[in-house]
């Protein structure tokens, strides 16, 4: 049985999930989850766990959203000074 994730982890999954939110809501023609999963090759429901921070993201994924969102890797864990993740 696994342990649940530490204190910085959850803060570190929120972050992203903040940011991936961010970047779908800024891309142009209103981009929904549904959609970013399918350019992100996965289901819409990860989307959503993944911007609400109820669920973990690997590196591929990682690197895959970024590249869709068109930022460095770095951007999607980075916390933003308007604060937003």
Known sequence: MSSPPSEAAL????????N???????MPDDVSQEELGEMAECHR???????????????????RFAVIFEVDIVDLL????????
């Open 20 to 26: 991936v939110r961010r970047l779908r809501e800024a």
């Open 78 to 85: 980075l916390e933003h000074e308007d604060g937003d993740a």
């Open 45 to 63: 429901t990860y989307v959503s766990q993944l911007e609400r921070a109820k669920t973990n993201i690997s590196i591929d994924r990682l690197v």
């Open 11 to 18: 803060k570190v999954r929120a972050r992203v999930g903040a």
